[in-house]
């Protein structure tokens, strides 16, 4: 078997297998560390090996390929225990924590021990390793008045603007989340054990609407930080985005699990806010709103910066419930491009592949070259949907949003380029095969679907495939394209539309249709 190092830390990597099956490898494989069986029957694409030594070589062998790699240097090591952190699960831990990470030296290591640790937000410092092990459990105060507050803005003496918190899209005041960077690089945060907010304990799925103080924080809220890696941890049961890079660069999720009850508020797995360079790899996400939501900003934000969220990779994922699996938008007014979402498995998701942007979001919301790729989908409700009329927020079921009419183009109208679905099979859907809807002043420039099997689920519920004003609910409808400049379609088979009341292929105001 052939694979590649994807990660690695002082104490840890993470490898990826080089094959085109999706999530899971079709047959059970061992993992030896030099010579000796180390992982038994795994069967993820994504697996990792921790306990190792720093600065030392080791021989990996998978199947009957081996080869040699160095894990990175590292300075010294500080145990949060010498720091008087108990781990009860009682006594507050936070303090102890901190003064761990301010203290140990460049390039060294805060070990977390087995235990739970009682904590408010701790805030990360550059060019350090954290490592939670196996075992140990960072639990969130759910005292939301104990929590320090983050601003939204910080006006420099230069007369800039530093954004350091949002909440969603816009600049806002929030509570700080659990792990909190601020303008830090080089950081890595390692390990088998669990970053739990404990939000299930606390009010912050209570009158979510309500903001209370300040706005709910993160799991993890990284603001202008630089080559930071999360590698193993679990990050769950948080009062509202798990993970949060803003203005970050250089981002990797690598080999984790997300996890938040399916009726929870907000709690999408990771939402990505004008980056670049982000990679989300072996993640295992069952979260109670999108899994993947890509970002870039409202209006404000968006035509201010024009940062688009950019070069970003999603590989080797299993999405499991959630309301969409990887969704861009729909605040992404700085724009997304060059995305590429590949050997993905989508499990019961309301939406599989999902674009989500209105009349509103700007001319500098341009989404444009995104690749999805060798997906696999199961109980997805509408696996493909593209909208440009998404009805959320206060102003969204206004006229302007939902009229069907062709209004001017200006400086609020939004863009959406080339977009390519290939090598996909989606089983088990319900409310429709696929869902486009373009704008008529501004269509969708561009749609290639190749290699693409959808069909149905016997028992399938009727929905709504996408969320916009005076869309009704569907079931078993085919595929749908309005307002789309250039269609093309190679080798699409779906089965069991509802034919007496759909047609298989809808096309209106298609400027271009290619069929082969």
Known sequence: MKFNLVFKSSRSFTFELDNKDIYF??????????????????????????NLDSNTEYAITVGKTTEKFTTDYESSVVNVRDFGAIGDGVTEDTLAIQSAILSVLENGRVLIPEGTYLV????????????????????????????????????????????????????????????????????????????????QNSDWWVDVKNKRGQWRPKGVFLSNCNHIGFQGVTVKNTPSWNLHPYFSNYIDFIDMKLMSPKDSHNTDGCDPESCDYVNVIGVNFSVGDDCIAIKSGKYEMGMKYRKPTSHMTVRNCFMNH???????????????????????????????????????????????????????????LTPLVMNM????????????????????????????????????????????????????EQPIKSITIENVDISFAED????????????????????????????????????????????????????EFIQK
Not at 129 to 137: D, L, S
Request: glycine share 10%.
């Open 120 to 199: 408010r937000p701790l805030f990360l410092r550059s060019n350090i390793t954290i490592e939670i092990v196996k075992g140990a459990t960072l639990l969130g105060e759910t005292d939301r008045y104990k929590y320090p507050v983050l601003p939204g803005q910080i006006k420099n003496n230069d007369g800039s603007t530093f954004e350091l918190a949002s909440w969603e899209g816009t600049p806002d005041a929030t509570y700080a989340s659990i792990i909190t960077g601020v303008s830090v690089s080089n950081v890595k945060v390692i390990g088998e054990g669990i970053i739990d907010a404990n939000a």
């Open 389 to 440: 009329y998404y009805y959320c927020d206060p102003d969204g079921k206004t006229e302007y949003v939902w009229s069907k009419e062709a209004l001017k183009v200006d400086e609020r109208t939004p863009y959406l380029g080339k977009f390519v679905f290939k090598d996909m099979k989606c089983i088990n859907a319900h409310a429709a095969a696929a869902f486009f809807y373009g704008l008529p």
């Open 25 to 50: 490898n079709k047959e059970k494989f061992d993992v030896l560390v030099n010579g000796k069986v180390e992982l038994s029957g795994i069967n993820t694409n994504v697996f990792s090996i921790y």
């Open 460 to 511: 399938a519920k009727p929905a709504r495939p996408a969320m916009m004003s005076f869309q009704e609910e569907q079931l078993k409808a085919g595929l749908q394209f309005r307002y789309v400049d250039h269609v093309e379609l190679k080798n699409v088979n779906v089965s069991g539309v509802d034919t007496d009341n759909y047609e298989p292929i809808v096309l209106e105001n298609v400027k």
């Open 322 to 380: 959630g309301h969409g699996a990887v969704v861009l938008g729909s605040e992404m007014s700085g724009g997304i491009t060059d995305l590429s979402v590949s050997q993905c498995y989508f499990y019961k998701t309301d939406r599989g592949l999902r674009i989500k942007t209105r009349r509103g979001r700007g001319e500098s919301a341009i989404i444009d070259g995104i690749t999805f790729e060798n997906i696999y989908m199961d109980g997805v």
